[in-house]
């Protein structure tokens, strides 16, 4: 008998302890959609299920048949979703007994014997590279004064909170932003901020226009708010304007979130000249262009929202260019509607931590986090030149990802990579409509080393992979 046998053996039934808590009423049912593969369709509501905590560690998952008949699928669609979710960590189980969820709870480390390794060299998740032998946020904590150990104690004061504001319009300033937004709003992170400015700006059904290949986290929110995702064209700089011109008229969508700096996941960089043309397309249909900018201060020209006026809103925030942990995001802009998220800060600001806003604050003010942009930068063109070196060339500027063509489908290259030990994205996790590509992400700065990331590349190179 497994580990995991023996533990639900000596609690008894399931019901009886809150980690083995069974699911029957109402049975969990994810929505599906018509266009992105299904089997992960299922994986991306039970991340967000789990995440909104309608899913909580110990719930037991439908049984695979159970589910795929409610569904209307196919039992293997289930089956490959629910090893997608073991593989993900997010579920544990074994045959006779049931799948059981995870999630963050302190039982997960238990069952973790019972899944599959993760791979050696992870180029599957999007972090920036880490400065070797990194003492930083040590150095920052050692110089905190006994004032700041107070505010860190309770709830952001308002000191606080207007300092992080001024430090994030001089970041904007940094970036190009020369005509300061009329409202900034710190939020924990640039997704949370992306999340709130959703929920003060859509109603379920509302149509919101993406890149036909858009970064996860957008998708994710959609089925949570049910906002209906608006696929347009793209090519290597990004949006097209015929493309935006023809989803805006046909959708009759009043937003659209774009991200025209290292988009994710193709590594497009609008031109100046595409900025423009985009910013005329918003114009005409009177669209709200929602800059994610996380990636932007890795590029060279400065956000596009500065040229869109009230029509055009950032969301940023300093995880993809200084550090993850922090959790230092901010939305702003001139648009109106934007101060009812400043009224209600217990939504957004409040739930950032003083300690976020202390130490990014003091890395603005002191151009430390300048300083780590530009450290940012070398590495990633340094990590670009290894990747030519070992996959050809590419006519993409150096991104912290790629966006790597494959002769087989996607998700049975991602298969044999992890198997060599190379943990990589295929392209329907990004597909915001029914056509997907074939095609693979990896991030070049995910490993540790410039050593690993050649290891991993070796790896690849001997797959058949090319850019």
């Known amino acids: ?23 029957t009423d109402p049975m969990w049912k994810p929505q599906l959609e018509n266009g992105d593969v299904r089997y992960r369709q299922i994986v991306d509501q039970l991340v967000s299920d789990i995440v909104a905590g309608t899913l909580r560690p110990g719930d037991r998952l439908p049984a695979q048949r159970e589910l795929a008949t409610a569904l209307n699928v196919k039992l293997s669609t289930v089956s490959r979703a629910y090893q997608e979710a073991a593989r993900q960590r997010l579920v544990g189980g074994e045959v006779g007994r ?6 963050s709870g302190a039982e997960a480390p238990v069952f973790a014997s019972q899944l599959p390794a993760p791979p050696v060299y992870d180029l599957s998740t999007t972090v920036p590279a880490a400065p070797p032998g990194d003492d930083a946020l040590a150095a920052a904590l050692a110089a905190l004064t006994p004032r700041d150990h107070a505010d860190l104690a309770g709830y952001p004061p308002p000191r606080l909170v207007e300092r992080t504001r001024r430090a994030i319009a001089d970041w904007l300033a940094w970036r190009g932003m020369e005509r300061q937004p009329k409202v900034i709003v710190p939020c924990a992170g640039a997704h949370a901020a992306l999340q709130a400015l959703l929920l003060e700006k859509t109603r379920p059904g509302d149509p919101i226009l993406v890149e036909s290949f858009t970064f996860p986290g957008i998708k994710i929110l959609a089925r949570q708010l049910r906002l209906r995702l608006v696929p347009v064209e793209q090519d290597g700089e990004g949006v097209t304007p015929a493309g935006l011109e023809a989803a805006a008229g046909g959708s009759a969508a009043r937003i659209a979130i774009l991200v025209p700096t290292l988009q994710n996941p193709t590594g497009a960089v609008m031109s100046e000249q595409r900025r423009r043309a985009v910013a005329a397309v918003a114009a005409r249909h ?9 990636y932007g201060p890795l590029g060279d020209l400065p956000p596009l929202s500065r040229d869109l006026g009230p029509r055009g809103v950032i969301v940023s925030g300093l995880s993809q260019s200084v550090l993850p942990g922090l959790r230092f995001g901010f939305v702003a802009g001139d648009d109106g509607s934007l101060g009812k998220l400043q009224e209600n800060l217990h939504l957004t600001t409040w739930l950032m931590a003083p300690f976020s806003m202390l130490i990014g604050s003091n890395w603005i003010d002191s151009g430390f986090a300048r300083q780590r942009v530009e450290w940012q930068r070398t590495e990633i063109a340094a990590r670009w030149r290894q990747m030519l070196a070992a996959l050809g060339p590419s006519d ?3 991104a912290p990802h790629a966006w790597l063509r494959v002769d087989d489908d996607p998700e049975a290259v991602v298969g044999r990579c992890r198997a060599a030990g190379v943990g990589v994205v295929s392209a329907s996790t990004f597909a915001a409509g029914r056509r997907s590509a074939a095609r693979i992400r990896i991030c070049l700065t995910a490993p540790a080393t410039r050593n690993d990331l050649g290891e991993a590349l070796r790896i690849l190179a001997g797959l058949g992979i090319r850019t």
Request: glycine residues 12%; proline residues 10%; hydrophobic residues 35%.
């Open 1 to 23: 008998m497994t580990v995991y046998g023996r533990i639900l053996d000596s609690i008894g039934p399931a019901g009886q302890y809150p980690f083995c808590r069974e699911l």
């Open 98 to 103: 049931g799948t059981y969820v995870l999630g």
């Open 286 to 294: 009177d669209l709200t262009v929602v800059e994610d900018d996380v």
């Open 396 to 398: 993409q500027p150096p």
